[in-house]
Nanobody, 123 residues
Framework: QVQLVESGGGLVQAGGSLRLSCIGS????????MGWFRQAPGKEREFVAA????????YYADSVKGRFTISRDNAKNTMYLQMNSMTIEDTAIYYC????????????????WGQGTQVTVSS
């Protein structure tokens, strides 16, 4: 399995931007489709965005479409989530995840997870 470590979380004002990174190690990074998920207090983990192994295919939750951009650099074993026009509703712990072959929006389909990074949006 690939090991994943997220970074880039923090505190941002509403309307601001953050970029999250997820670095993979231990296996061939490009063998894995990747996803970003988030979990707010008292809520279930929810899908944010996913990206294919090559990076050419992407998929977004409706709540972030047009504001967030997922990307990856396989040469650097790194995936990114650029978050713009952030709102208070984006406050959550953000997790990156990996699975073999095709990407998915279902958390249960992913078998490799990072430890999470806190993102807090203030008004």
């Amino acid at each position: 399995q690939v090991q994943l470590v997220e970074s880039g979380g923090g505190l941002v004002q509403a309307g601001g931007s953050l970029r999250l990174s997820c670095i993979g190690s231990g296996r061939t990074f490009s063998d894995y489709a990747m996803g970003w998920f988030r979990q707010a207090p008292g809520k279930e983990r929810e899908f944010v965005a996913a990206i294919s192994r090559s990076g050419y295919g992407t998929y977004y939750a409706d709540s972030v479409k047009g504001r967030f951009t997922i990307s990856r650099d396989n040469a650097k074993n790194t995936m990114y989530l650029q978050m713009n026009s952030m709102t208070i509703e984006d406050t959550a712990i953000y997790y990156c995840a990996a699975k073999r072959f095709v990407y998915s929006s279902r958390p249960d389909d992913y078998n490799c997870w990072g430890q999470g990074t806190q993102v807090t949006v203030s008004s």
